[in-house]
T-cell receptor, first 112, second 112 residues
Framework: QKEVEQDPGPLSVPEGAIVSLNCTYS??????FMWYRQYSRKGPELLMY????GNKEDGRFTAQVDKSSKYISLFIRDSQPSDSATYLC????????????FGGGTRLMVKP | KAGVTQTPRYLIKTRGQQVTLSCSPI?????VSWYQQTPGQGLQFLFE???????NKGNFPGRFSGRQFSNSRSEMNVSTLELGDSALYLC???????????FGSGTRLTVV
């Protein structure tokens, strides 16, 4: 079993829809939770991070972490075709060395 | 502020050959990490260098090696290439003390 699990999709939604992307993780000691966005032929770029449990909002994006259920979510409101990309969740903890543990990524397609 | 630069962008090699990939981190960043990305396994951690020392290593065979120079630039080497080494190799730089990683666009390696 991978440490971070993510539904690979693809997920296809119409423009303007609310998108929900989710991950689960196994190690309760993870401290930081990140969402990366990766466009085709590009490296991942950090979208948002959350420390411990709770919500964090940035424009149309909301990241949510529930440590009791080991569940990570990213919500995208008013989705746009430019949001079409692969979304990767990742965890980081200083006990694990300076490395990110990634989920497999979910491919999102927003259709005009 | 210049981003993370990886060269070359694309490479085609033959089985049994060796290859060297290069990464120039963001100015001031002392940590460079390498990841392998494949459709089947996703993003997997290879190793991390900080101030010319390897601090952490992932679960890859010894054919994968790296080094970091005094100017923080890093190289990754893969010897005796196998077909399964075909992947996108990503470099990420950070200060080395937190989760703030910036990724390059990667080197696409194809082994034939």
């Amino acid at each position: 079993q991978k440490e971070v699990e993510q539904d690979p999709g693809p997920l296809s939604v119409p423009e303007g829809a609310i998108v929900s992307l989710n991950c689960t993780y196994s190690n309760s000691a993870f401290q930081y939770f990140m969402w990366y966005r990766q466009y085709s032929r590009k490296g991942p770029e950090l979208l948002m991070y959350t420390y411990s449990s709770g919500n964090k909002e940035d424009g149309r994006f909301t990241a949510q972490v529930d440590k009791s259920s080991k569940y990570i979510s990213l919500f995208i409101r008013d989705s746009q075709p430019s949001d079409s990309a692969t979304y990767l969740c990742a965890t980081w903890a200083d006990f694990a060395g300076n490395m990110l543990t990634f989920g497999g990524g979910t491919r999102l397609m927003v259709k005009p | 502020k210049a981003g993370v630069t990886q060269t070359p962008r694309y490479l085609i090699k033959t089985r049994g050959q060796q290859v060297t990939l290069s990464c120039s981190p963001i100015s001031g960043h002392r940590s460079v990490s390498w990841y392998q990305q494949t459709p089947g396994q996703g993003l997997q951690f290879l190793f991390e260098y900080f101030s010319e020392t390897q601090r952490n290593k992932g679960n890859f065979p010894g054919r994968f090696s790296g080094r970091q120079f005094s100017n923080s630039r890093s190289e990754m080497n893969v010897s005796t290439l196998e077909l399964g080494d075909s992947a996108l190799y990503l470099c990420a730089s950070s200060s080395g003390h937190d989760y703030g990683y910036t990724f390059g666009s990667g080197t696409r390696l194809t082994v034939v």
